[in-house]
C-alpha cells in the first residue's frame, strides 16, 4: 500500500470513527447520522461494489425498530440502546484486540473501524430476524431462547465482512471463518463473564450495605415519642392475617382471633373497626366484605362482594382497597370490574392495573350510600378527616379506562413504568359523597390521614408531601430508597412509617422503618421482614390485653 493510500484510509478511518460517536450520542434511531456514515465509507476511495450491502444493513435498523439479543444487541430500539451501547462497546473493544493480535501487520485504529463496522452490519442483521417474526417486544426467556439463532446469523454476516474489509492484508475465506468463529465465541464468553462477574460483586457488596443499615437503623427514642396503634399484615403462605404494634414499645404481638385475609391489601382499621375481605374460597363470588368491631372481631357487617359485581364485564371482579371512616360510620371500597390497558405495539399493550369504581357503603345498615362517577385505579383510597370526603387514585385522561383488553394486541405486558413522557399520568381525586362530585385535589399516591391535624401525607417522586385539607402542599420530606408502597403517616401528623428498599436486588419487600418528618435520615428499623400493608391508627389501648399472642 502505498503512502497516499495510507493517508486517504488513515482520513477515511478517522471520519468514520467520528460519525460513529456521534451515533453513539444520539436517541435512537439515529438516522442521520447512519446517513453521513455510509456517505463518509463511499467518498473513500474504495472499491464501492463490496459496501452496497453493508449500506442496506445499516439503514435497515431504522425502520425495524427491533430488539435483538445481548450480547448481540443493537443501537436502534428505544428501550434497550443504553444497554446495547455498552454490550455492543465492550464487544467491539474485545474483538479489535483479539484481532490486532492474530493480524499484527495492521495497526489498532484500522482493525479497530472495522470491527465497528461489521458489528453495526451483524446487529442490523438481528434486527432484521426479530422484524422477520412480527415481534417488537421481548422479555428473558424469549431472548435466551434466540441466542443460537443470532450466533449463527452474527456469524454468517461477520465473515464475509472480515473477507473484505481485511482484503489488504489478505485474508482467505478459511481463515476468516476461523477468525469469526473465534473472535465471536470468545467475546461471547468474555461478555457473559464479565456480566455474572458484575452481578455477583455487586450482591456481595450490597449484602454488606444492608448489613451496615441494620446496625445502624436503631433509635428506641422514636417510639417513645410515638402514639396511637400500628397495624401490619402478617403472612403465612396463602393466609394474611393481622398484627399490631403498640408505641413506645417495639414487640408486635399477633391477632389470634383475627380472620383470615384475602390478600395483604384488602384491609383497613379505624379506632376500633376493622373492615376486610375474608379469605375462604378462591372463587371471588363467594368472597365476603366484613367489619368488625375489635379487639375480638365481632362481625357487625357481612357483605358479599358479588353485590357489586355487573353483569357487562364477564370476568374476575373483587374488591382490591377498602378504607374506614374516621368516624367509623361508613367504609369506602374500590371495586374492580375488569383490567385497564392501553395499546403499546404489534405484539404487548400496556397493564394500567385495575378499572375500578369507588363505591362508599353505610356500616350500620350495610347500604349504598354514594358512587364516584369517576373511574379509579386499583388501590390507594382515604378518608379526610370530615368523613365526607374520599382521596382516590385516577388518570388524568379517564379515556385511558375506555380501552378493552380485546382493542390491544399481543400476550405480553408491560408496566406503566415502561411508558414516556407521562403518558399515563395520574393524580388524586376528591369525591364528596354529599354533593356527589369528584374533583382534582393533589398529585402523588399512596395517600395517608394524620387525623389529629388533618394532612394528608403522599407519595410522589423519591419522597413525600404533607397537604392541608385543601390539596396544598405544607411541607416537603425528603427519604432515600423508598419502596413501592407501606407508608404512613402518624395520627399526631409527627412520624412517618416507610418501607425502606434493599440493596440487594430481587428480595421480596423491604424493612418497615420510623422516623420524625423532620429528621427523616435517623431511622428506627420497627420490621426487618416484609410488610405488605401498614396502617397508624389512634386505637384502643385494650387491644394490647385482649385476643393477642406475642410473635416470636
Given at each position: ?66 430488539d435483538a439479543v445481548s450480547p448481540i444487541l443493537n443501537f436502534f ?19 479489535s484486540g483479539f484481532l490486532r493480535w492474530r493480524i499484527k501487520s ?271 385505579s386499583d388501590h390507594d383510597v382515604c378518608w379526610l378527616s370530615d ?166
Amino acid at each position: 500500500m502505498t503512502a497516499a493510500e495510507n493517508t486517504t484510509e488513515a482520513e477515511g478511518t478517522c471520519a468514520v470513527n467520528e460519525s460513529l460517536s456521534l451515533l453513539m450520542q444520539q436517541e435512537p434511531v439515529g438516522l442521520c447520522c447512519v446517513m453521513q456514515t455510509v456517505w463518509l465509507l463511499f467518498s473513500m476511495k474504495m472499491n464501492r461494489k463490496p459496501f452496497l450491502s453493508l449500506v442496506l444493513l445499516l439503514l435497515t435498523p431504522t425502520v425495524a425498530f427491533a430488539d435483538a439479543v445481548s450480547p448481540i444487541l443493537n443501537f436502534f430500539h428505544k428501550d434497550t440502546w443504553l444497554p446495547a451501547s455498552i454490550a455492543t462497546l465492550v464487544i467491539i473493544l474485545l474483538e479489535s484486540g483479539f484481532l490486532r493480535w492474530r493480524i499484527k501487520s495492521l495497526h489498532f485504529a484500522r482493525v479497530l473501524w472495522r470491527v465497528v463496522v461489521f458489528n453495526l452490519a451483524s446487529s442490523a442483521t438481528g434486527s432484521i430476524l426479530l422484524l422477520a417474526l412480527s415481534r417488537d417486544s421481548f422479555f428473558m426467556w424469549d431472548t435466551m431462547s434466540l441466542v443460537v439463532p443470532l450466533f449463527l446469523i452474527t456469524l454468517a454476516t461477520e465473515i464475509p465482512f472480515l473477507h473484505v474489509l481485511f482484503r489488504t492484508v489478505p485474508l482467505s475465506w478459511k481463515r476468516a471463518s476461523i477468525l469469526g468463529c473465534g473472535i465471536n465465541i470468545a467475546s461471547y464468553a468474555a461478555v457473559f463473564a464479565i456480566e455474572i462477574g458484575l452481578l455477583f460483586g455487586w450482591l456481595s457488596y450490597a449484602g454488606h450495605l444492608d448489613k451496615k443499615e441494620l446496625e445502624q437503623w436503631n433509635t428506641p427514642a422514636l417510639l417513645e415519642q410515638a402514639s396511637g396503634q400500628i397495624y401490619a399484615t402478617e403472612s403465612a403462605g396463602s393466609q394474611h392475617r393481622l398484627r399490631v404494634c403498640i408505641p413506645p414499645s417495639s414487640q408486635w404481638t399477633t391477632l389470634t382471633n383475627c380472620p383470615s385475609i384475602d390478600g395483604p391489601f384488602k384491609w383497613d382499621v379505624e379506632g376500633s373497626t376493622c373492615a376486610f375481605v375474608q379469605w375462604e374460597t378462591r372463587d371471588w363470588k363467594d368472597k365476603t366484605l366484613i367489619v368488625a368491631r375489635l379487639p375480638d372481631f365481632e362481625t357487625i357487617l357481612t357483605l358479599p362482594q358479588s353485590i357489586f359485581s355487573e353483569p357487562r364485564f364477564d370476568n374476575w371482579q373483587e374488591v382490591t382497597d377498602v378504607a374506614v371512616s374516621p368516624d367509623e360510620r361508613s367504609i369506602a371500597i374500590l371495586f374492580r370490574h375488569t383490567d385497564a390497558v392501553a395499546p403499546k405495539d404489534r405484539s404487548s399493550y400496556f397493564d394500567l392495573g385495575g378499572k375500578c369504581k369507588l363505591i362508599v357503603i353505610d356500616i350500620l345498615s350495610g347500604q349504598e350510600t354514594a358512587r364516584a362517577d369517576r373511574w379509579a385505579s386499583d388501590h390507594d383510597v382515604c378518608w379526610l378527616s370530615d368523613s365526607r370526603q374520599v382521596l382516590f387514585s385516577s388518570f388524568d385522561d379517564e379515556s385511558l379506562y375506555r380501552t378493552t383488553r380485546a382493542e390491544v394486541r399481543g400476550g405480553t405486558s408491560y408496566g406503566i413504568g415502561y411508558a414516556h413522557d407521562g403518558k399515563f399520568k395520574r393524580g388524586l381525586y376528591v369525591f364528596n359523597i354529599e354533593t356527589s362530585t369528584t374533583t382534582r385535589f393533589a398529585d402523588g399516591y399512596d395517600q395517608s390521614l394524620a387525623l389529629a391535624t388533618n394532612e394528608i401525607l403522599v407519595r410522589n417522586q423519591d419522597g413525600f408531601t404533607l397537604l392541608d385539607s385543601s390539596g396544598t402542599a405544607q411541607e416537603r420530606v425528603n427519604a432515600r430508597r423508598i419502596g413501592f408502597r407501606g407508608a404512613v403517616v402518624s395520627p399526631s401528623g409527627d412520624y412517618i412509617l416507610a418501607t425502606i428498599q434493599r440493596h440487594v436486588p430481587f428480595y421480596a419487600g423491604g424493612r418497615l422503618v420510623l422516623f420524625h418528618k423532620s429528621t427523616p435520615n435517623i431511622r428506627h428499623m420497627l420490621d426487618d421482614d416484609f410488610s405488605c400493608r401498614v396502617d397508624w391508627t389512634t386505637g384502643d389501648k385494650g387491644i394490647s390485653n385482649q385476643g393477642v399472642q406475642a410473635t416470636p
